[in-house]
């Protein structure tokens, strides 16, 4: 492949040789690229360029080659051709239809690489696309995620050595994974879970490891055990979001590491012809340094320190994992001397949920380069993720006094704005990045909902309408189609399409009480009683605290002649919702009875 071959041959020369930790007089380890790592959260970002435009990507040792994002590839200007027949990308929620596009300019570390080829294809996954096995499989690679780096390796005359160069004397172990080939360049091995053999394929895109159902059921945990707990959904490439589960498991053996009495996160997160059973997720490689050994078929690793896998449905609690304190002097190895590598280590610390050390290579980062909007954004996220929304607050209002267009921070600042009910200084932020992003930016999808807060419909509307052309197969479509019902419905025109929003939204996302929600309101304001009531009933069978579902209903059964189920639908809105009234009566429908 192209880019495989080009970027090699352009890597090859500049590969500088680093100590190996065996058999030193025999075998050879050169690094041919690192790669700086910006961890946002639990993903992975490298940086590049497309045709002179600065871009990121994701690292994703998963992809078997590398991609970009529709709305991306608009956003780009990049023309789409048609895709070799039988070609398609199966992840997470599913199977999506994929496109190719070239690349005139494409830049990656030092090489330049020209008319380099993509697939074109899937969901938003929070960058341009996916850096996938066609980049990171060349030769060997070593992930250095807390040490917010990936390098591309080339080794010589290793065939016995421990390529783990780095360990001294920590503990190392090694898995043997299997040879890659045509489309399966993944990094795959055997591990054990329970003393099942299980399949795992070590995916750097994949934020948390994840079980497939079967596979954990082989292990003998299933989702309606007893001490099984619901986990919120996943998603990824394809359209579906799926359930997920956390369970108990006695043990877990990857290579010769066992890790006893842990929980791991499973769900139908694979298909019936998948070959996997796990996806072991960059959580894992926080935790370790990893060195991939094409060439031996064998992976080598030492581990980090703190949490293995990581279990949280929103990332909130922020636990120091390790010391921050630095005893080195800067510039020796992996200690930060420049603003970008106090930057790099803050957001690794940040994604371990290290905020003390996050929050001082961050300032450490602003005070070497005070001019740096880029700085100041990233300390105000972890600011707000350990409750400190004032100095946040300062970090973003001088972000954007430095880039008055970053529409990040417009929109991080936007929020906070409205969670402090200032919506005229929320709506100025809105508008902001409004002008700021592309036409077919993901972000549109954000500034729907945005919006719909402050209470302007039509704006909604046309977020979701420019969001949704640009993002047919996103596996968040389901959910705009149903931002977009619900700013139709308030707005009161176009029930009929506002209905379709919602039908359509329920046919990729059946059975979500979001969406029936929406739509009870809907047929309710399109004078259709029964269906709206069948709505709200099936909305509040999942979701027995639906404030709009309950005062709907209560509506309905006002209407209808029950009194008193009437009376305690509507209290029991007006209790989680005490202005639902007042905004029920900004759309037409009227007094109610309390």
């Given at each position: 492949?192209?880019?495989?071959?080009?970027?090699?041959?352009?890597?090859?020369?500049?590969?500088?040789?680093?100590?190996?930790?065996?058999?030193?007089?025999?075998?050879?380890?050169?690094?041919?690229?690192?790669?700086?790592?910006?961890?946002?959260?639990?993903?992975?970002?490298?940086?590049?360029?497309?045709?002179?435009?600065?871009?990121?990507?994701?690292?994703?040792?998963?992809?078997?080659y590398s991609n970009i994002s529709p709305g991306s590839?608009?956003?780009?200007?990049?023309?789409?051709?048609?895709?070799?027949?039988?070609?398609?990308?199966?992840?997470?929620?599913?199977?999506?239809?994929?496109?190719?596009?070239?690349?005139?300019?494409?830049?990656?570390?030092?090489?330049?690489?020209?008319?380099?080829?993509?697939?074109?294809?899937?969901?938003e996954i929070g960058s341009t696309g996916l850096l996938g096995q066609n980049v990171l499989g060349i030769a060997d690679v070593e992930y250095d995620l807390a040490g917010a780096a990936i390098r591309l390796m080339r080794s010589h005359d290793c065939e016995h050595a421990n390529l783990a160069y780095w360990s001294n004397d920590k503990p190392v172990s090694v898995l043997d994974i299997e040879s890659a080939s045509g489309s399966r360049l993944h990094t795959e091995g055997t591990v054990l879970l329970n003393g099942v053999k299980i399949r795992a394929i070590f995916d750097t895109g994949a934020p948390t490891t994840m079980l497939t159902t079967a596979a954990a059921a082989r292990a003998g945990v299933k989702p309606d055990m007893p001490g099984v707990e619901r986990a919120g959904s996943a998603s990824g490439l394809g359209r579906r979001s799926l359930p997920t589960w956390i369970g108990a498991f006695q043990s877990l053996k990857i290579g010769g590491e066992e890790i006893r009495k842990i929980h791991l996160r499973f769900g139908d997160v694979g298909d019936r012809d998948s070959s996997f059973d796990m996806l072991i997720g960059a959580d894992?490689?926080?935790?370790?340094?990893?060195?991939?050994?094409?060439?031996?078929?064998?992976?080598?690793?030492?581990?980090?320190?703190?949490?293995?896998?990581?279990?949280?449905?929103?990332?909130?609690?922020?636990?120091?994992?390790?010391?921050?304190?630095?005893?080195?002097k800067p510039g020796a190895e992996g200690v930060p001397a420049t603003a970008a590598e106090f930057s790099l280590r803050g957001n690794a610390r940040a994604a371990r949920r290290d905020v003390a050390g996050a929050l001082a290579d961050l300032t450490r980062a602003a005070e070497l380069a005070p001019d740096n909007a880029e700085y100041r954004y990233q300390r105000a996220v972890v600011l707000m993720r350990s409750g400190r929304r004032p100095q946040a607050m300062e970090d973003l209002d001088r972000a954007l006094t430095l880039k008055h267009d970053y529409a990040d921070a417009l929109i991080f600042?936007?929020?906070?704005?409205?969670?402090?009910?200032?919506?005229?200084?929320?709506?100025?932020?809105?508008?902001?990045?409004?002008?700021?992003?592309?036409?077919?930016?993901?972000?549109?999808l954000t500034l729907g909902g945005f919006y719909d807060q402050l209470g302007d419909p039509d704006a909604a509307i046309a977020q979701y309408d420019r969001w949704i052309a640009a993002h047919p197969t996103d596996s968040r479509l389901g959910m705009a189609l149903n931002g977009r019902c619900w700013a139709r419905t308030l707005a009161g025109r176009d029930l009929d399409k506002a209905i379709a929003d919602c039908d359509r939204g329920l046919s990729l996302r059946p059975h979500t009480a979001a969406i029936l929600d929406s739509r009870g309101l809907a047929w309710l304001r399109s004078g259709n009683l029964d269906k709206a009531l069948a709505d709200y009933d099936a909305a509040l069978a999942l979701e027995p605290k639906l404030a709009w579902s309950l005062y709907g209903?209560?509506?309905?059964?006002?209407?209808?002649?029950?009194?008193?189920?009437?009376?305690?639908?509507?209290?029991?809105?007006?209790?989680?919702?005490?202005?639902?009234?007042?905004?029920?009566?900004?759309?037409?429908?009227?007094?109610?009875?309390?």
């Open positions: 492949m192209r880019t495989l071959l080009t970027l090699a041959a352009a890597l090859v020369a500049g590969a500088v040789a680093l100590p190996a930790s065996a058999e030193p007089k025999k075998c050879s380890i050169g690094k041919m690229l690192e790669l700086p790592v910006t961890m946002a959260d639990l993903r992975p970002l490298v940086p590049a360029t497309i045709n002179g435009r600065e871009v990121k990507f994701i690292a994703d040792s998963g992809a078997f590839a608009a956003e780009l200007g990049l023309k789409l051709g048609a895709a070799p027949a039988g070609l398609h990308l199966t992840g997470i929620g599913g199977e999506t239809q994929a496109a190719v596009t070239r690349v005139k300019d494409f830049g990656i570390g030092p090489a330049m690489l020209h008319n380099v080829q993509f697939i074109v294809g899937g969901s894992f490689f926080l935790s370790h340094r990893v060195y991939v050994s094409n060439a031996q078929h064998k992976l080598f690793f030492t581990y980090n320190g703190g949490a293995v896998f990581d279990l949280t449905v929103r990332r909130t609690d922020p636990k120091p994992v390790s010391d921050s304190g630095d005893s080195a600042r936007a929020g906070l704005r409205l969670a402090n009910g200032d919506k005229t200084a929320a709506r100025a932020d809105v508008d902001a990045a409004d002008r700021a992003v592309a036409g077919p930016s993901d972000l549109r209903r209560g509506i309905i059964e006002q209407r209808k002649g029950l009194g008193a189920q009437a009376k305690a639908d509507i209290a029991a809105a007006i209790a989680l919702r005490p202005d639902l009234a007042d905004e029920a009566k900004k759309i037409g429908l009227g007094e109610v009875a309390r």
